[in-house]
């Protein structure tokens, strides 16, 4: 009868532990739902002026955030990491990189200076991510 007992305790646990996780899950969807994929940067869309500047090679400015707080990506010809947080906002704290030069043309400072500003974003409601600096004042578009 104890081995009964014993065995319906640890069903009920890994319900109630299966209970307990999905909703722990679908409360951090929403921030969990850009990861695990690459983002590709669009374009950034100045509000003071409404100018839009699209990126040429979206392919080489990228963005991956993963589960654990961390993003790798690329910023041109150079490799990026570093961190994220979605609490209270969105911020994006640069980390190593490589720092190669990439050409006058290049974006890549442009678009470090934008992700080390970032104070909003998420999913923008059509698939892609939208991260925005403080104010709103630039709007940095992806899609995967």
């Known amino acids: 009868m104890k081995t009964v007992t014993y065995v319906m305790a640890i069903c009920l646990s890994i319900i109630a532990l ?67 947080s979605t609490e ?15 050409g006058e043309a290049s974006l890549d400072t442009v678009y470090l200076d934008l992700l080390s500003n970032i104070a909003a974003g998420g999913p923008d409601g059509t698939g892609g991510l939208a991260l925005e600096t403080a104010g709103g004042q630039q709007r940095m578009l992806f899609d995967s």
């Open 88 to 102: 209270n906002g969105f911020a994006i704290t640069l980390g190593p990189s490589t720092l190669a030069f990439c």
């Open 18 to 84: 299966s209970a307990c996780g999905s909703g722990s899950d679908s409360a951090s969807t929403s921030s969990n739902s850009i990861t695990g994929v690459v983002w590709k940067w669009q374009s950034v869309i100045n509000q003071d002026t409404n100018e839009t500047t699209t990126v040429p090679n979206p392919e080489n400015y990228t963005i991956e955030f993963n589960e654990d707080g961390t993003f790798i990506g690329k910023a041109d010809c150079n490799n990026i990491a570093g961190t994220y």
